[in-house]
């Protein structure tokens, strides 16, 4: 599985962006698609995601201002992102959760300046 992000940049506070990602090769392996995000000196980690179906889970610092959906007839995952804050800077990268494997995307630069 390939997993192709688009989106990303750089945004004041308060802002919004939206990222994308199109998944190709055995997509019919795939089971969840969502995000990750890589801040500055920390790990990476999921901060939204659909494990399965049409449940939606969230990290806590970013639930009800990011919103993460998938569109299965395109094979994408969207990150619809509003009132961003600095500490959502970091690299956000695409996963697919494919058999018993993660599979991550290459990363996408999101920065928020105050």
């Known amino acids: 599985v390939q997993l192709q992000a688009f989106g990303g940049g750089s945004v004041q506070a308060g802002g919004s962006l939206r990222l994308s990602c199109t998944a190709s090769?055995?997509?019919?392996?795939?089971?969840?698609m969502g995000w990750g995000r890589q801040a500055p000196g920390k790990k990476r980690g999921l901060v939204a995601w659909?494990?399965?179906?049409?449940?939606?889970m969230y990290l806590a610092s970013v639930k009800g201002r990011f919103t993460v959906s998938r569109d299965n007839a395109k094979n994408t995952v969207y990150l619809q992102m509003n009132s961003l804050e600095p500490d959502d800077t970091g690299v956000y990268y695409c996963?697919?959760?494919?058999?018993?494997?993660?599979?991550w995307g290459q990363g996408t630069q999101v920065t928020v300046s105050s």
């Open positions: 659909i494990p399965g179906g049409t449940t939606t």
């Open positions: 996963w697919a959760a494919v058999g018993s494997s993660d599979h």
């Open positions: 090769g055995s997509i019919f392996s795939i089971r969840g």
